[in-house]
């Protein structure tokens, strides 16, 4: 079996955002439409945002923060790691609350991660709240 690479939020996880939260926008959803970049189009009200975390999260954090401008919303999981776009978010005061180690799922057979807990990768979310109009 092959490397997998991307990933999935796991439906324990996405339930209790989605309740907190009231998603009206999956910016990186999966299935992805086809013809859809969540990097091009509008995003909705309040936005769940997943990106691949590997290479190109700084896009996706210039994209909220545009979006932020409009009133929109946006809760962005990145892991810890990726400290220059959290420390980023919170320059531009995002909320940012430790979520532990979420164990995605593979977009291949949608099994879930098979890493030893101590090594999954610990996660943040990140809620930047839509700019007042």
Same mark, same amino acid.
């Given at each position: 079996?092959?490397?997998?690479?991307?990933?999935?939020? @796991?439906?324990?996880?996405? &339930?209790?955002?989605?309740?907190?939260?009231?998603?009206?926008?999956?910016?990186?959803?999966?299935?992805? @439409?086809?013809?859809? &970049?969540?990097?091009? &189009?509008?995003?909705?009200?309040?936005?769940?945002?997943?990106?691949?975390?590997?290479?190109?999260?700084?896009?996706?954090?210039? %994209?909220?923060?545009?979006?932020?401008?409009?009133?929109?919303?946006?809760?962005?999981?990145?892991?810890?790691?990726? &400290?220059?776009?959290?420390?980023?978010?919170?320059?531009?005061? $995002?909320?940012?609350? #430790?979520?532990?180690? @979420?164990? #995605?799922?593979?977009?291949?057979?949608?099994? @879930?991660?098979?890493?030893?807990?101590?090594?999954?990768?610990?996660?943040?979310?990140?809620?930047?709240?839509? $700019? %007042?109009?």
């Amino acid at each position: 079996m092959g490397k997998k690479h991307y990933w999935i939020t @796991p439906p324990d996880l996405m &339930n209790s955002l989605e309740k907190r939260f009231h998603f009206d926008f999956d910016v990186c959803p999966f299935p992805r @439409p086809e013809g859809f &970049n969540g990097l091009t &189009n509008h995003w909705g009200k309040m936005n769940w945002v997943n990106p691949p975390f590997t290479g190109g999260i700084t896009q996706w954090i210039r %994209k909220a923060l545009l979006e932020r401008q409009n009133g929109n919303s946006s809760v962005i999981i990145l892991p810890l790691y990726q &400290n220059r776009a959290i420390s980023l978010l919170m320059d531009e005061n $995002a909320e940012i609350e #430790f979520i532990g180690k @979420p164990r #995605f799922l593979s977009i291949e057979d949608f099994s @879930p991660n098979p890493a030893r807990s101590s090594d999954l990768i610990p996660c943040v979310l990140c809620i930047l709240k839509g $700019a %007042k109009r």
